[in-house]
């Protein structure tokens, strides 16, 4: 066997190449006149590097898998261009999707939504899917929320959201401000903690960042798989962010804004940037309550 093709053989598996025919198959040839215009590319692992530059460590701090981009020429019309990316597991697609929540107004796509200016995200069961065009007027518009209703129906899976969104206040934070993510990189792309992983984030854990309407603090929720891991990060977190109120577990920092933490059985509740000390204690007390 020549030496390339033996590459070709170890580099494509035959469960590449079905994952790879299953991806092709939530997409249409044509919509609207926009027709396929280059074959398909598929990206695995670090090799969305090629694709994206610094975009890429978002994706593969989410649990990553496989990249589908396809484009969609028209005459005289703008290009579409499609990326569907295989993230693996439900949570991973909706936590890559709330990475870019927030942007624009909801729409009944996947089992979760946005569309604003040519960009249309959203995600379903393990998949985390962008739709753009560059320019865009109302025939643009319809095209690309028509494919999304397309790929959307191709993809049958569902998948349920993170429990843990079950104990944060409704009504209480900014919908479009909620981060889902289980690594330290996501947390800091939000709210910039320190490089070092002080809260002990890891593919375990669940975490979820919000905004607070009264007083604009952030509200960071982490759950851990057993309370001595949840123990051993409030403690390092204490030492190490607020050392002047370990044993308080409540500061005011340098901006004049108050930050705390307390931790309930394999739970760390975190404030940030609370507007006086009291609302940051009655907001750690009131996640606190409604925990298991």
């Given at each position: ?254 901006n004049k804004k108050w930050t705390g933490c307390v931790r309930h059985k394999n739970f760390l509740v975190v404030v940030f940037d609370g507007g006086s000390q009291a609302q940051a204690q009655n907001l750690l007390e009131d996640i606190r309550r409604r925990l298991p």
């Amino acid at each position: 066997m020549p030496v390339i093709l033996l590459f070709l053989t170890f580099a494509m598996t035959p469960s590449d190449t079905l994952t790879q025919t299953a991806m092709q198959e939530l997409l249409p040839t044509s919509l609207r006149g926009w027709d396929v215009s280059e074959p398909t590319r598929f990206y695995s692992g670090r090799e969305i590097f090629r694709y994206m530059d610094g975009a890429g460590e978002v994706y593969l701090a989410y649990g990553f898998r496989r990249l589908l981009v396809q484009r969609y020429a028209r005459p005289n019309h703008e290009e579409i261009l499609v990326e569907i990316f295989d993230m693996g597991l439900a949570r991973s697609a909706f936590g890559a999707f709330t990475n870019m929540g927030g942007r624009g107004p909801v729409v009944d796509i996947g089992q979760g939504g946005e569309f604003k200016t040519g960009l249309l995200s959203f995600w379903k069961g393990r998949y985390f899917v962008c739709v753009m065009i560059d320019r865009e007027d109302d025939e643009a518009a319809h095209a690309v929320l028509e494919l999304g209703k397309w790929i959307s129906a191709k993809i049958k899976e569902q998948g349920s959201k993170p429990d843990i969104l079950r104990f944060l206040p409704d009504g209480s934070y900014a919908s479009s401000s909620l981060r889902y993510f289980f690594r330290n990189e996501i947390l800091n792309i939000h709210y910039y903690v320190a490089d070092a992983n002080l809260l002990h984030l890891h593919e375990q854990t669940d975490a979820v960042l919000v905004r607070m309407i009264s007083d604009k603090s952030y509200l960071l929720l982490v759950q851990y798989p057993t309370s001595e891991q949840a123990d051993s990060a409030c403690i390092d977190f204490s030492r190490h962010y607020m050392p002047e109120g370990r044993e308080k577990r409540i500061i005011q920092t340098e901006n004049k804004k108050w930050t705390g933490c307390v931790r309930h059985k394999n739970f760390l509740v975190v404030v940030f940037d609370g507007g006086s000390q009291a609302q940051a204690q009655n907001l750690l007390e009131d996640i606190r309550r409604r925990l298991p």
